[in-house]
């Protein structure tokens, strides 16, 4: 498939799925408030911030389709976002650390003034992890572009997750295998 698209998001990660999709793409960032209505579940929080980033292109694009995610971790009814620093990220893991959250990316399509959102669930597992794996990951990783605080393809996912419910990718950032079949509907 050959597809001309816009990605929006400057995650690296997302960037890497689409290659190993062997997706071209072109990067463009804009600015976009991240705020969202309190009265949103968690899955209508993913889809409405990706809905956002993609409305600031739809005067702009041409033939293109603009991609645009969001990706949470919920741990019951709160939504961790990104860390503000070393110490809320120690928070966070510590939070996680032997219980079970969700991950849920929100992603929008956007493609001739049309969009197209839909969003993936994930259940992670964390085992219990000692104050020390928590601090000395923080202090190597610096998770602080990482909702949760974590990448699961790093340190602490590789030794601390113990099961998974659902798409890997889609807790990497992107639902790949979902975002595939609606690129194939366009």
Same mark, same amino acid.
């Given at each position: 498939m050959n597809y001309n698209i816009i990605l929006a998001s400057k995650s690296p990660r997302?960037?890497?799925?689409?290659?190993?999709?062997? $997706?071209?793409? @072109?990067?463009?960032?804009?600015?976009v408030d991240e705020s969202y209505p309190d009265s949103l579940t968690p899955e209508e929080v993913a889809v409405y911030i990706?809905?956002?980033?993609?409305?600031?292109?739809?005067?702009?694009? =041409?033939e293109e389709i603009v991609l645009t995610a969001d990706t949470i971790v919920c741990i019951d009814d709160l939504i961790l976002g990104k860390p503000e620093d070393a110490a809320h990220a120690?928070?966070?893991? %510590?939070?996680?650390?032997?219980?079970?959250? @969700?991950?849920?990316? =929100?992603?929008c399509l956007l493609y001739k003034h049309q969009y197209h959102s839909f969003y993936d669930v994930s259940e992670v597992y964390f085992g219990k992890l000692t104050a020390e794996?928590?601090?000395?990951?923080?202090?190597k990783y610096k998770p602080f572009d990482k909702a949760g605080s974590y =990448? $699961? %393809?790093?340190? $602490?996912?590789? $030794? =601390?997750?113990? @099961?998974?419910?659902?798409?890997?990718?889609?807790?990497?950032?992107?639902?790949?295998?979902?975002?595939?079949?609606?690129?194939?509907?366009?």
């Open positions: 997302r960037q890497e799925l689409l290659r190993l999709m062997d $997706i071209e793409f @072109r990067m463009v960032l804009k600015d990706a809905t956002k980033k993609a409305e600031a292109f739809d005067e702009t694009v =041409g120690v928070e966070m893991l %510590q939070l996680l650390s032997g219980r079970m959250h @969700r991950v849920i990316t =929100g992603v794996e928590i601090i000395n990951y923080v202090d =990448g $699961i %393809q790093e340190r $602490i996912g590789l $030794i =601390g997750i113990e @099961r998974i419910n659902g798409s890997y990718t889609n807790v990497v950032g992107l639902p790949t295998e979902k975002l595939y079949r609606e690129l194939e509907k366009l």
